[in-house]
């Protein structure tokens, strides 16, 4: 057993360095109140933020009390306000988010920011030059630079926004006719539909699209009442090049082509035939959500010339804006095969509903969706009942 009196003289002398360490200092800080020191703190800033690795917002804010946020290639407007003697909000077409700031007295160009629904803490730096610059971590809500989810959700119902995107569709596919058997058949699919906008000003933009189906699972018919079951095969490659513009308003016209290549890797899966036509679309953008129809024809042009093609194709779509990132929409595709043999089988028409949600996560908005599609008209002998389908939607940084 240790000796008596070395386990008391250890002990002092741990003692007695506790009491003489000179005490750690915290960080002295104190609220920023006051019209106008708010004012004077906010208005003409502009505030950069790294939002993920390689990915930076700027937000500017005028004296006006308006300003602009640019990330992911689009910009994102806001408002900001003073609101009584200690807090500044910010607010977007569906939300206003409202912050506090405290200033770092031992060093005054430090800050920190409380958001005041969430209680989550910001930190930012303030640099004196041309003009005044912070810089800290973006916030989910939306802060001094980063947008939020619900305002990138606004953007990517846009027809002509300028965000990138990797869109990834699933679709479970249940089939009805008069055929025998058509009840009983079904269909799974993937589409890889990356959407790859190039802005040419602040209203136009070119956009490319293309669309690749994987057959994962798919009953055809194969003659009366038999059906052949393929899986795992490539079905034909679609892709669109458009112009869209946005006009006062919010309305939004687009124009380009559109077509089909025989991509097929099983003739009972695609036409065999190179397809080629217009498209058009117009939509309408508001605070409260879109509304919009696109139209397409397409013939062949080359490939198989045992038969014709002519298809008049489209998609109508729509989405209410929800808060934090929620929205309801769909964007149900229609056609109508002007040389079916038979008018019962020419046209295809579904009613849909969705619900959509856009989260940021690590930095990366990501839009999730499911969708329900009923079908009041569908070929006769063999056609689509109903569809459901899920959807996810990375957005991406473009190279330009």
């Keep these: 057993m240790p000796d008596r009196k070395w386990v008391l003289i250890t002990a002092g002398i741990i003692l007695s360095a506790c009491l003489l360490a000179p005490p750690a200092r915290a960080e002295d800080w104190t609220a920023v109140t006051g019209q106008q020191s708010l004012t004077q703190l906010v208005a003409g800033a502009k505030a950069t933020i790294e939002i993920r690795p390689g990915v930076t917002a700027t937000g500017r804010y005028l004296p006006d009390g308006t300003g602009t946020i640019e990330a992911w290639g689009e910009t994102f407007d806001r408002t900001w306000r003073v609101e009584g003697e200690d807090r500044v909000c910010y607010a977007a077409d569906t939300e206003t988010n409202c912050y506090t700031f405290e200033q770092n007295l031992d060093e005054p160009d430090h800050y920190r920011v409380h958001h005041v629904s969430t209680g989550k803490t910001y930190y930012f730096t303030l640099e004196e030059g041309e003009e005044r610059i912070a810089t800290g971590p973006g916030s989910e809500e939306g802060g001094l630079a980063s947008p939020s989810a619900a305002e990138i959700a606004e953007q990517l119902s846009n027809p002509n926004t300028t965000m990138g995107t990797l869109t990834l569709i699933t679709d479970y596919i249940r089939f009805k006719g008069a055929m025998p058997g058509a009840s009983d058949q079904s269909a799974l699919r993937m589409l890889f539909q990356p959407s790859l906008p190039y802005p040419l000003n602040d209203t136009t933009n070119v956009f490319m699209r293309p669309a690749i189906p994987l057959i994962i699972d798919q009953d055809v018919p194969a003659g009366v009442g038999q059906y052949d079951n393929k899986s795992y095969e490539l079905g034909d490659i679609a892709f669109d090049l458009g112009l869209g513009k946005t006009l006062p308003g919010g309305l939004v016209v687009i124009g380009g082509v559109v077509g089909t290549l025989p991509t097929a890797t099983d003739d009972a899966l695609g036409l065999d035939q ?127």
């Design 274 to 400: 190179w397809l080629l036509g217009p498209e058009f679309a117009v939509a309408l953008v508001r605070p409260w959500g879109v509304a919009g129809v696109l139209l397409t024809h397409q013939w062949d042009i080359a490939g198989e010339d045992a038969y014709d093609t002519s298809i008049t194709g489209g998609q109508y779509f729509y989405t209410f804006n929800l808060r934090d990132g929620w929205q309801i929409n769909a964007n149900p595709t229609f056609s109508y095969n002007h040389e079916a043999r038979n008018s019962d089988n020419k046209l295809s028409f579904p009613l849909a509903i969705g619900v959509s949600r856009t989260l940021i996560l690590g930095g990366r908005p990501w839009k999730f969706g499911m969708q329900y599609w009923h079908y009041l008209e569908s070929p006769d002998d063999f056609g689509p009942d109903y569809q459901v389908r899920f959807s996810i939607a990375p957005v991406v940084a473009l190279p330009w």
